[in-house]
């Protein structure tokens, strides 16, 4: 199985930046398919990023397009979620999911990633 531990949030003042990490464990980093969601009290987990096996296919959230950006590195097996220009309305619990199977048109739903991790609270200050 694969452990996801999610790092980095924090309370910003909008327009700031934050970068989230997410470090994997217990499979080959390479074989997965890797992304970002968030959620909100009261609301569904929404999809915010996510990147192929490969590194070499990225997809975003239309709210988060042009200002976020999601990397892997996978010396460190580390997955990044680079946050700029904050807005409050990013503030949201932010998970790192991961799935072995690779990327395709479903890559924005909660149910075909297989391994979660535990969140990380980010708090965008107005």
């Known amino acids: 199985q694969v452990q996801l531990v999610e790092s980095g949030g924090g309370l910003v003042q909008a327009g700031g930046s934050l970068r989230l990490s997410c470090a994997a464990s217990g499979r080959a980093f390479s074989t997965l398919r890797l992304a970002w969601f968030r959620q909100v009290p009261g609301k569904e987990r929404e999809f915010v990023a996510v990147?192929?096996?490969?590194?070499?296919?990225?997809y975003y959230a239309d709210s988060v397009k042009g200002r976020f950006t999601i990397d892997r590195d996978n010396a460190k097996n580390t997955v990044y979620l680079q946050m700029n220009s904050l807005k409050p309305d990013d503030t949201a619990v932010y998970y790192c999911?991961?799935?072995?199977?690779?990327?395709?048109?479903?890559?924005?739903?909660?149910?075909?990633?297989?391994?979660w991790g535990q969140g990380t609270q980010v708090t965008v200050s107005s």
């Open positions: 999911a991961a799935d072995g199977k690779y990327l395709t048109t479903y890559y924005s739903q909660v149910d075909k990633y297989a391994h």
């Open positions: 990147i192929s096996r490969s590194g070499t296919i990225t």
